[in-house]
């Protein structure tokens, strides 16, 4: 079966600019996760959706951050204006349900790069 | 709050020797733990998990793991290491009654000699 497909691979920017992330989870995968990951730390969670709705977004930084997936499927993070301390790889992952015991399948990320 | 250690950055080991990745964990109920592996350029892939049962658990490319609740230890071992196993381990705990939130450990670069 296909992998999480993300895009793009590699970006650029400039702090104050804006830019967009795209996901598109392992078909048939109900649950959506974004991660912010740091170089030399682990994953961080940012937000998880269930279907298009909304699991838990309490470490997203809502004051610049955004995330949609309007019809349950695809999912877009969005960074508004981006800071230096957003340079992190983007992880997108998806798994079959929303329990907790359940293994999430990796994206192989976007590398956000802000100057 | 849950928590994660990775207590070491890197492991060195010459190829066919054992190998142990540790990992202790923090939780306030009953702890899922997972184990990930990154290669480089590659996004994690799951390895194997704990949820309940036999404390050891076997998963994928011959790894295994023990969970130990009264040291709160989940540690990655495999009898004979290959350098191809080369890579990111990233130990993960999710909480059974606490934050849905996976937390991640910070990491350990695995380095096989030949």
């Known amino acids: 079966e296909a992998g999480v497909a993300q895009s793009p691979r590699y970006k650029i920017i400039e702090k104050r600019q804006s830019v967009a992330f795209w996901c598109n989870p392992i078909?048939?995968?109900?649950?959506l996760y974004w991660y912010q990951q740091i170089l030399g730390q682990g994953p961080k969670l940012l937000i998880q959706?269930?279907?298009?709705?909304?699991?838990?977004d309490s470490q997203l930084p809502k004051d610049r951050f955004s995330a949609e997936r309007l019809k349950g499927v695809d999912s877009t993070l969005k960074i508004q204006p981006a800071k230096l301390e957003d340079s992190a790889v983007y992880l997108c992952?998806?798994?079959?349900?929303?329990?907790?015991?359940?293994?999430?399948?990796f994206g192989p990320g976007t590398r956000l790069t802000v100057t | 709050a849950q928590s994660v250690a990775q207590p070491e950055d890197q492991v060195n080991v010459a190829e066919g020797n054992p190998l142990t990745v540790k990992c202790t964990y923090s939780v306030s109920g009953n702890p899922y733990l997972f184990w990930y592996v990154q290669y480089p350029n590659r996004g994690l892939q799951f390895l194997l998990k704990?949820?309940?049962?036999?404390?050891l658990v076997k998963g994928s490319y011959g790894f295994e793991a023990e969970f130990n609740k009264s040291q709160t230890s989940f540690h990655l071992k495999k009898p004979s290491a290959l350098v191809s196993d080369s890579a990111l381990y990233f130990c993960?705990?999710?909480?059974?009654?606490?934050?849905?939130?996976?937390?991640f450990g910070r990491g350990t670069s695995l380095i096989v000699h030949p």
């Open positions: 993960a705990v999710r909480d059974v009654r606490g934050s849905y939130i996976p937390t």
């Open positions: 078909s048939g995968h109900a649950t």
């Open positions: 704990y949820i309940t049962g036999d404390n």
């Open positions: 992952a998806s798994s079959s349900l929303a329990g907790v015991f359940h293994e999430q399948y």
């Open positions: 959706f269930q279907n298009n709705g909304v699991v838990d």
